[in-house]
């Protein structure tokens, strides 16, 4: 019996860490996530093309400008 009750106890604390791990994991995924930001390519009228990045600003002939 008594073994019955310690096998009992200990899937019980397994469950338990195991919803509040699942949990912590959850809630710190959503607190971090960030926006997927993907490149674009640019066509310019004079035939060139450029890819975006989604930490630089390409202007038309000014070259990159880092965003800060």
């Not at 397994?14 to 674009?40: F, G, M, R, S």
Request: aromatic letters at 10%; a negative charge.
């Amino acid at each position: 019996m008594l073994g019955f009750l310690i096998g009992l106890e200990e899937r019980y604390i397994e469950l338990k860490t195991k919803l509040t791990v699942d949990e912590a994991i959850k809630n710190y995924k959503e607190a971090t996530e960030e926006e997927d930001v993907k490149p674009e390519v640019v066509e310019y009228e004079d035939g060139s093309m450029s890819i975006t990045s989604p930490w630089a600003s390409f202007k038309d002939d000014d070259g990159p400008k880092f965003l800060t």
